[in-house]
């Protein structure tokens, strides 16, 4: 495997450079992006709960804003909701969006990665035939061992390059989808809490009749 590295000649080393950074974001968005993580599935139902029994006060919400984007999220929605629907939906959406961008932290990265490894090693070919057309015009076309040799050693950037793409491309589109995914929950989810504070829906506990804000 190192002498197909080194054989590869100088273009190897950003090619190389660019698979290491994808792996790194690869796994930390991975490990980042669990949706149990950023939107608990029973968090809404925890938060009626404190409704409920008149809980929710300001060290629920601090521990709220602590536990999860989705917490945050809710948290803004809880704090504003006494202003009116439109209000409320605003300080929604400004969190949402700073939360939204953390999520896609990187990604832009993985992807532009996935877009360029080709191109540095289809770079690196077209300067492996560069040399080899060279030594023809040198040595003549006499010595076609060295020649194919020559030609092989050209292609492994190129190679080199697209096996470094393709599981990148992949890795960027399963990690937009599943920000894609849970963003579309958060934001169902704070839908949901505008409603039934601003009095258009009840919650699934028709005991709790939250009052309409002013």
């Known amino acids: ?112 990665i996935a877009a360029v490894a080709p191109l540095m090693g289809l770079l690196g070919t077209v300067f492996g035939m560069i040399k080899v057309f060279t030594d023809i015009m040198t040595l003549g076309t006499g010595q076609a061992n060295m020649l194919a040799g020559g030609i092989s050693e050209a292609l492994i950037t190129t190679a080199a390059g697209l096996v470094v793409a393709i599981p990148a491309l992949i890795c960027h589109r399963i990690l937009q989808r599943r920000v894609d995914e849970i963003v579309v929950y958060m934001e169902q989810e704070a839908i949901k809490l505008v409603d039934v504070l601003q009095g258009d829906r009840e919650t699934v506990n028709s005991s709790f009749q939250p009052e309409k804000a002013e």
């Not at 029994?53 to 809880?78: E, I, M, T, W, Y």
Request: net charge positive; charged share 20%.
């Open 1 to 112: 495997m190192l002498e197909i590295i080194q054989s590869g000649g100088w273009m190897m080393v950003p090619i190389l450079i660019a698979s290491a950074l994808a792996l790194a974001i690869t796994l930390e968005r991975f490990f980042t992006l669990r949706a149990n993580k950023i939107a608990p599935r029973d968090l809404l139902s925890q938060v009626w709960g404190w409704m409920k029994n008149k809980q929710l006060g300001a060290d629920k919400l601090h521990a709220l804003r602590d536990s999860s984007p989705l917490g945050r999220v809710l948290a803004a929605g809880l704090i504003n909701s006494r202003h009116g629907r439109q209000i409320m939906k605003e300080s929604i959406e400004e969190v949402a969006s700073h939360e939204i961008h953390e999520m896609e932290r990187y990604l832009n990265a993985l992807g532009t």
